[in-house]
């Protein structure tokens, strides 16, 4: 069930790419490269082409780039971070599949016990990666966080 689901929403990513590209490239993201015992955390979204990518999203009014972080990394993970925990590495345009927004990148050591779970409908999986054995569907902005944080990729 989850591989169709995933399948409905690459064809639904790239039926409605036109509009994400007009709105992605208007909006502001904040991104959180979550490192774990030489780990880190990716997520694949519903709407999406398909790639692994670092948790984060939209950044809404009112907001700090820092809150939206540790928002959505709860929205789709679940995992709580402290905003203390959180560094920034980066504020650059950046994005995948034809996509760009400006976004700030942040790094965290994730120390906790908690697991993460997918948070369906947005999230289709969560999944620690070796920084060393990154899968073949990467999202750009994961080697670029990587680089951003002076981790090896």
């Not at 790419?17 to 880190?40: C, H, N, Q, T, Y």
Request: some cysteine; glycine content about 10%; overall charge positive.
């Amino acid at each position: 069930m989850t591989r169709l689901w995933e399948r409905l929403g690459i064809v639904a990513f790239w039926v409605c790419w036109p509009a994400l590209l007009f709105w992605l490239g208007r909006s502001e993201r904040s991104r959180v490269l979550i490192v774990s015992d030489k780990k880190i955390l990716l997520v694949k979204s519903w709407l999406g082409s398909g790639v692994w990518c670092l948790p984060g999203g939209g950044i809404r009014s009112q907001e700090s780039s820092e809150q939206a972080a540790i928002r959505e990394v709860r929205e789709e993970t679940g995992l709580g971070l402290n905003l203390s925990s959180l560094h920034l590495v980066g504020h650059e345009r950046s994005g995948h599949s034809g996509m760009h927004y400006m976004g700030d990148f942040f790094v965290t050591n994730f120390t906790g016990d908690q697991r993460p779970v997918v948070r369906p409908p947005e999230i289709i999986a969560v999944e620690w990666f070796e920084i060393q054995n990154l899968p073949h569907r990467l999202a750009a902005e994961v080697i670029r966080a990587l680089n951003l944080a002076k981790l090896p990729s």
